[in-house]
């Protein structure tokens, strides 16, 4: 999220910016020890290095991959770098547990998205720095979670806030006229759905996929609006007790799974279709980062639906009569620290925020310091939606609240312990009520900072 900001309300004007001229660090690969630089990106009889060679870089989007949008990426770099041999793009499908597994080895390409799993104290043990994280923020914000004691190692590929995607005419349709303001009107209204169009699944959980459950993490800290929830949240016994954050989220997905207002088998969904069937108005809402906004719209065009009917609301909650929604970066791009071809991996990251237009094209805010929110999100802007941008961990406990989560083995940013949720709540997991699920993560989590924390 970005560095030590406070939230701030409608469209979040971004202050302009200094370009700052960074050097690619660390080897180029060559065998010519004279052209070989030095970690500021000069050789070593003091000339720049230029990007050249080839590189592999690992995406998640394989359907850019697909559709030839990455060939054009790679053509327009090559261009800009004659030198540059050839780029080679690797689409991942399950991205996170592919290129986790990939990580016990030296081959996960040169350029990369950081997996979420990696915590900030492990990211020097994979990843290249790119530079100091003060002097890098005059030209990129959104680099604190993929920063360790100064340094930043990931740069975002584009900035997201969160809430949820939802098919305006399906609301609309079933006499829907405003945003709800609370969890029991969003269960009141998908009710609404149900009962107009007994053949659409008012929310899709999208659970067979297991990441889309991730989503809803995402969410934390707009219940209490606090850019310090993920700080007192390490510090805390008891994070699923009446009233807090993630009891408000995760009440809101087991009520309207226990209610019936979820798909009827949610271990046959699909990602794919479920754009389609969002567009078509055969689901009503999908809980997902701003993100998925652009590819909502496409699907719905593709299938004979509008994409003026995808809209984007707001958690259903409010503080003080607003709503809020957190603000910060998707994947971050990074550097394999074992890689031969750092120079040209850097120019590739660089390249990618400047000149690409993936920021625009997928609707999503920019990294780069001096850029505007995008169009898609003129319906926050309408609802007065109040951006929270959340502070990072004090110097010193930047993994704490990751090591407590690996220790509770509880996986908040894995499918796992919702797909649980999702269980339970459809009568197929271990059988447990509501409150026993979450009195169980409680003595998880209570247990965990007790060993990790003290």
């Known amino acids: 999220m970005f560095p030590q900001q406070q939230r701030r309300r409608g469209a979040l004007a971004l202050a302009a910016g200094v370009t700052l001229a960074l050097t690619a660090a660390c080897s180029s690969g060559s065998d010519d020890p004279a052209t070989t630089p030095d970690p500021t990106g000069s050789s070593t009889d003091g000339a720049v290095a230029a990007p050249a060679g080839e590189i592999t870089v690992l995406t998640w989007r394989t359907d850019l991959v697909e559709d030839g949008t990455f060939d054009r990426y790679v053509s327009e770099f090559k261009a800009k770098y004659p030198d540059v041999t050839d780029v080679k793009v690797e689409g991942i499908t399950d991205y996170e547990g592919e290129v986790k597994t990939r990580m016990n080895t030296e081959d996960y390409g040169d350029v990369l998205a950081i997996v979420n799993t990696v915590n900030p104290d492990q990211l020097p043990d994979f990843f290249e720095p790119l530079g100091d994280q003060a002097a890098m923020s005059t030209e990129y914000r959104m680099l604190a979670p993929k920063s360790f004691e100064g340094k930043s190692y990931g740069i975002p590929v584009v900035g997201n806030t969160q809430g949820i995607v939802y098919n305006k005419k399906v609301w609309a349709d079933a006499g829907i006229t405003d945003l709800p303001t609370t969890p029991d009107e969003f269960l009141q209204d998908l009710k609404a759905i149900k009962d107009s169009a007994p053949d659409v699944d008012p929310l899709y959980t999208n659970y067979a996929d297991g990441w889309p459950l991730t989503q809803w993490e995402s969410h934390r800290g707009e219940i209490s609006a606090d850019p310090d929830f993920d700080n007192l949240f390490a510090q805390d016994d008891a994070p699923w007790a009446e009233g807090t954050d993630h009891y408000v989220i995760d009440s809101l997905l087991w009520d309207a799974v226990e209610q019936g207002l979820t798909e009827a088998d949610p271990t046959t969904t699909s990602w794919e279709p479920s754009k389609n069937l ?23 065009t593709d299938s004979g639906g509008s994409a003026d009917d995808i809209g984007y609301m707001p958690f259903p909650y409010q503080v003080d009569g607003t709503f809020h929604a957190i603000i910060g970066g998707d994947y971050n791009l990074g550097i394999n620290v074992h890689s031969d071809n750092k120079v040209t991996a850097r120019a590739w990251i660089d390249w990618f925020n400047h000149d690409s237009g993936f920021a625009d094209d997928q609707g999503g805010i920019s990294p780069l310091v001096d850029s505007q929110l995008p169009a898609n999100l003129a319906d926050f802007t309408a609802a007065g939606v109040e951006f929270i941008e959340m502070n990072p961990a004090p110097a010193g406990k930047e993994s704490l609240l990751n090591d407590i989560d690996s220790a509770a083995e509880i996986g908040l940013w894995s499918p796992d312990y919702r797909k649980a949720l999702v269980d339970n709540a459809r009568g197929a997991g271990e059988g447990k009520s509501k409150q026993e699920y979450f009195d169980s993560l409680d003595a998880k989590w209570a247990a965990a900072r007790a060993t990790v924390a003290g």
Request: zero cysteines; hydrophobic letters at 55%.
């Open 278 to 300: 969002l567009g078509t108005g055969k689901i009503g809402a999908m809980v997902l980062g701003s993100w998925a906004i652009v590819q909502m719209q496409q699907a719905a």
